[in-house]
């Protein structure tokens, strides 16, 4: 399901980078779209010693979100998400969108933003990218999938929206949300 795995020689390869299946039940009476936010709530807020040799990102060190997934319009009576159905592979310079399957709309995540800088992985990165913590982070990485029943069929966004915009327009909108956490690392040092 990562982006990165761990790797002995290099800390850390590109993955499968596969959406995981996702299931739910009981969406309440009203609800007109689903929407999903996938973020990591321990993303290192400074890069000073993120994936540097000798060095380590210590826990104390305070966290910001990672946009991982943001999904919208999502018809209120889709089935279960399958695994891979929304990602697969590592795309390098992003993935297309905001199109999405089942008529949903992507929206870019943080990717976008990480790569900015870089020749090679530069670009618009629409849809599930996951995850790829820092290799000698101390920390734990939760990741987050909340998945929103809202009582409208669609959100006012832009073309290229990001996971704050999503939030900002489900304000006032918001029936009920489920919550399911998973944790990951790249750093084998860091224990659950």
Same mark, same amino acid.
């Given at each position: 399901?990562?982006?990165?795995?761990?790797?002995?020689?290099?800390?850390?390869?590109?993955?499968?980078?596969?959406?995981?299946?996702?299931?739910?039940?009981d969406?309440?009476?009203?609800?007109?779209?689903?929407?999903?936010?996938?973020?990591?709530?321990?993303?290192?807020?400074?890069?000073?010693?993120?994936?540097?040799?000798?060095?380590?990102?210590?826990a104390?060190?305070?966290?910001?979100?990672?946009? %991982?997934?943001?999904?919208?319009?999502?018809?209120?009576?889709?089935?279960p998400?399958?695994?891979?159905?929304?990602?697969?592979?590592?795309?390098?310079?992003?993935?297309p969108?905001?199109?999405?399957?089942?008529?949903?709309? %992507?929206?870019?995540?943080?990717?976008?933003?990480?790569?900015?800088?870089?020749?090679?992985?530069?670009?618009?990165?629409?849809?599930?990218?996951?995850?790829?913590?820092?290799?000698?982070?101390?920390?734990? %990485? %939760?990741?987050?999938?909340?998945?929103?029943?809202?009582d409208?069929p669609?959100?006012?966004?832009?073309?290229?929206f990001?996971?704050?915009?999503?939030?900002?327009?489900?304000?006032?909108h918001?029936?009920?949300?489920?919550?399911?956490?998973?944790?990951?690392?790249?750093?084998?040092?860091?224990?659950?």
């Amino acid at each position: 399901l990562a982006f990165c795995a761990p790797d002995p020689a290099t800390h850390a390869r590109l993955a499968e980078n596969m959406n995981p299946d996702l299931r739910w039940s009981d969406v309440p009476a009203g609800t007109k779209s689903l929407a999903l936010i996938c973020h990591d709530a321990d993303v290192p807020s400074r890069g000073d010693d993120v994936n540097k040799e000798g060095r380590t990102v210590p826990a104390s060190l305070p966290r910001v979100d990672f946009f %991982h997934w943001v999904l919208v319009d999502l018809p209120p009576d889709s089935a279960p998400i399958a695994r891979g159905e929304f990602s697969r592979g590592v795309a390098r310079r992003g993935k297309p969108g905001p199109g999405a399957p089942r008529g949903a709309k %992507h929206g870019i995540n943080d990717y976008t933003a990480w790569f900015a800088g870089d020749k090679d992985m530069a670009g618009n990165y629409f849809g599930y990218d996951g995850p790829c913590p820092p290799w000698n982070d101390e920390r734990l %990485h %939760h990741y987050v999938f909340t998945l929103y029943a809202l009582d409208v069929p669609q959100l006012t966004l832009g073309l290229a929206f990001s996971g704050a915009d999503a939030r900002k327009a489900m304000t006032g909108h918001i029936l009920a949300q489920a919550t399911l956490t998973g944790v990951y690392t790249l750093n084998p040092a860091a224990r659950l």
